[in-house]
């Protein structure tokens, strides 16, 4: 073998590492990616799907009903369309009725989501940027302009 030939070899076989790694990485990381949706956005194709997403927007009025234990059931809305949503667990301190959320889980077969966390919006003026600029695309933003 040439030096030529070596320093090649020496060169895509680097290349063949990183690739595998870059795979690697990927596959284990495929079921841990969440995509963000805002309730409008949502298609019959995503509820079908079982993946999991982050929905965001707000809380809907007249929604929030506790039910046995740590499970409550609510809505979430970007004043064009409403989700479903039902979570079993400790909410946050600021969730409440007509405040920006974001929430994980996935769509059940029956087209209700159940999600695994709920976030709730830090204090009076943060909602996060997605939720914000979406609901600022779809002209239904009604909070302050000033974002942190």
């Not at 509820?47 to 997403?53: A, D, G, P």
Request: no cysteine; net charge positive.
């Amino acid at each position: 073998m040439t030096r030529k030939q070596k320093r090649l070899s020496v060169i895509g076989g680097g290349l063949l590492v990183l690739g595998v790694a870059a795979a690697l990485v990927l596959f284990a990381l495929q079921q841990k990616i969440a995509f963000f949706r805002m309730p409008s956005d949502i298609q019959a194709t995503d509820m079908q799907s079982e993946s999991r997403f982050r929905l965001g927007g707000l809380v809907e009025k007249g929604t929030v009903v506790r039910g046995e234990g740590a499970k409550v059931s609510f809505a979430v809305t970007d004043h064009i369309k409403s989700v479903p949503v039902t979570f079993e667990g400790i909410l946050p301190d600021l969730f409440r009725e007509d405040q920006g959320v974001v929430i994980e889980g996935r769509f059940t077969p029956g087209g209700a989501f159940v999600a695994d966390s709920v976030l709730a919006k830090h204090d009076e003026n943060y909602m996060p940027k997605e939720v914000a600029d979406s609901l600022k695309a779809k002209g239904v933003w009604q909070g302050e302009a000033k974002q942190q």
